[in-house]
């Protein structure tokens, strides 16, 4: 059994390929690399280079394999769904010519679910039509990175939109094909939601292709879920941090993934501002020290 551990662009605060806020792309590879890494995600489509020769030459340069790539897109919202569909189909293009295998989809932070997150009680809910909708997009987009393009799709719950929390990420599973769409697991967004990473890892790990690992700081969600703080703020207040120093369990994370001989990527994801005063590279380089520390390699 192989699990190896990759990085990508949001550790280095790239959520967006337009923010001018956004480090080089060169610069994101180097220090991936420098960092103890072999693999990086794609980021946002159009980070990255989309010429395939330009961009196989920057990986090769830092002996880095491309692991897969994110639609973090608003799959809420019809009225964006010609930019969802060109953000797949272009980042779907670019894992292909790679020879990356996961494609990831995310429905974008919504403004109605952004002041409720991590407080599933209050969260509002779309209507039978809508969700009706909404799940149809999303098994489009599944079924077109499956079948077009051979890749693995999973969905990634995520706070602030409408897939956040446990049942609507199970209730959506129910609802679209397993061979068409799996389930990329974040164990920090799933903490951040107010449920058990570990716990769900065990009851769906049959359906899980691809982890993302990170972190949620136990004291900043209980403050931000006692003050009813949104998203955007907490983020701001520091709720994701360094893997090992949150409330995420991963040595039980581990277990799992080796009872059930889980084999392939995990994705350290350690979000921040781009602007910030963090260093990415070097907290990148002690999630690396911290999981080798618990047995990954």
């Not at 990759?6 to 180097?30: H, I, K, M, Q, Y």
């Not at 350690?270 to 520390?293: F, H, I, K, M, W």
Request: charged share 25%; aromatic share 10%.
């Amino acid at each position: 059994m192989t699990i190896r551990i990759g990085n990508a662009p949001c550790s280095w605060g790239v959520e967006f390929a337009n923010d001018p806020r956004n480090p080089a792309w060169e610069t994101v590879l180097s220090q991936c690399a420098e960092a103890g890494y072999k693999g990086i995600e794609l980021g946002p489509v159009g980070f990255m280079p989309e010429d395939p020769a330009l961009l196989s030459e920057g990986l090769a340069r830092h002996d880095l394999e491309l692991i897969g790539g994110v639609v973090f897109l608003a799959f809420h919202d019809p009225d964006q769904w010609d930019d969802v569909r060109d953000g797949a189909v272009r980042t779907c293009k670019a894992l292909s010519a790679h020879g990356a295998r996961h494609l990831v989809l995310i429905d974008s932070i919504s403004p109605r679910r952004a002041p409720t997150a991590g407080r599933a009680s209050e969260a509002e809910q779309m209507d039978a039509p809508e969700w009706k909708a909404f799940v149809d997009r999303i098994r489009t987009i599944a079924r077109m990175g499956a079948e077009e393009y051979g890749l693995t799709v999973g969905m990634h719950a995520h706070a602030a939109g409408f897939i956040d929390f446990e049942p609507e990420l199970e209730r959506l599973l129910d609802e679209v094909d397993e061979g068409i769409l799996k389930i990329c697991f974040d164990t920090g967004h799933h903490s951040y939601a107010g449920f058990d990473p570990v716990a769900f890892m065990r009851r769906h790990i049959g359906r899980i292709s691809y982890m993302h690992f990170k972190d949620i700081d136990p004291k900043v969600k209980a403050a931000a879920i006692a003050n009813r703080t949104g998203f955007y703020d907490a983020c701001g207040q520091g709720i994701f941090c360094n893997l090992g120093e949150g409330d995420v369990d991963f040595p039980a994370v581990r277990q799992v993934l080796l009872d059930t001989g889980f084999e392939g990527w995990c994705t350290v994801e350690q979000d921040c501002d781009p602007a910030g005063d963090t260093s990415p590279v070097d907290d990148a380089a002690a999630n690396r020290a911290y999981l080798e520390s618990i047995g990954f390699n």
